[in-house]
T-cell receptor
Framework: DAMVIQNPRYQVTQFGKPVTLSCSQTLNHNVMYWYQQKSSQAPKLLFHYYDKDFNNEADTPDNFQSRRPNTSFCFLDIRSPGLGDAAMYLC????????????FGPGTRLTVL | AQSVAQPEDQVNVAEGNPLTVKCTYSVSGNPYLFWYVQYPNRGLQFLLKYITGDNLVKGSYGFEAEFNKSQTSFHLKKPSALVSDSALYFCAVRDKDSSASKIIFGSGTRLSIRP
């Protein structure tokens, strides 16, 4: 089945220790997104890739970076995690069209000690 | 700017009764509207969307939503609630100022179905 996969599902890191979350998709979608979601709030868009074009949201901290080496994979790098970065991180994909649906992965729950 | 509002933080319904989760929107031009459901410690699952055409949209798990242009609403409905419908529900609208398929989420409504 075509899907969006996130690894790991749960990640524990220490304050200030870099961490990388991964996302892969078998939907062959052009657009990939990373969201941060805290305690049942609405997901907050961090950035998205439109093919290889990287689009950062204006209020995304510099501490968050992303890489998309190919169509299928996208990574979220948190360079120096703080306690406030503990959250669920959601990856999503969609086609290019303005009516296309975004499909989400299961998420990675990040804990910062 | 586009926006979407979910006026109820929580909705409580008895199993077997009809349920409604409310959503209103503000957009320039024609809206593209979505509903997602989120179970604990899971990602968002797509339920249904309205793009054009019939105002009543049918989706997954027996859910449907009615697009009402005059009231700028897109309420989610189900004729008979199940305990397993208990989850967090998000309404969303397409951000037409974006070149990609970005969407703007409402604040979410927690649906609780009691046996």
């Amino acid at each position: 089945d075509a899907m969006v996969i996130q690894n790991p599902r749960y990640q524990v890191t220490q304050f200030g220790k870099p961490v990388t979350l991964s996302c892969s998709q078998t939907l062959n979608h052009n657009v990939m997104y990373w969201y941060q979601q805290k305690s049942s709030q609405a997901p907050k868009l961090l950035f998205h890739y439109y093919d290889k074009d990287f689009n950062n949201e204006a209020d995304t901290p510099d501490n968050f970076q992303s890489r998309r080496p190919n169509t299928s994979f996208c990574f979220l790098d948190i360079r120096s995690p703080g306690l406030g970065d503990a959250a669920m991180y959601l990856c999503a994909t969609s086609g290019r069209g303005n009516t296309d649906t975004q499909y989400f992965g299961p998420g990675t729950r990040l804990t910062v000690l | 700017a586009q926006s979407v509002a979910q006026p109820e933080d929580q909705v409580n319904v008895a199993e077997g009764n009809p349920l409604t989760v409310k959503c209103t929107y503000s957009v320039s031009g024609n809206p593209y509207l979505f509903w997602y459901v989120q179970y604990p410690n899971r990602g968002l699952q797509f339920l249904l969307k309205y793009i054009t055409g019939d105002n009543l949209v049918k989706g997954s798990y027996g859910f449907e939503a009615e697009f009402n242009k005059s009231q700028t609403s897109f309420h989610l409905k189900k004729p008979s609630a199940l305990v397993s419908d208990s989850a967090l529900y998000f309404c969303a609208v397409r951000d037409k100022d974006s070149s990609a398929s970005k969407i703007i989420f409402g604040s979410g409504t927690r649906l609780s179905i009691r046996p």
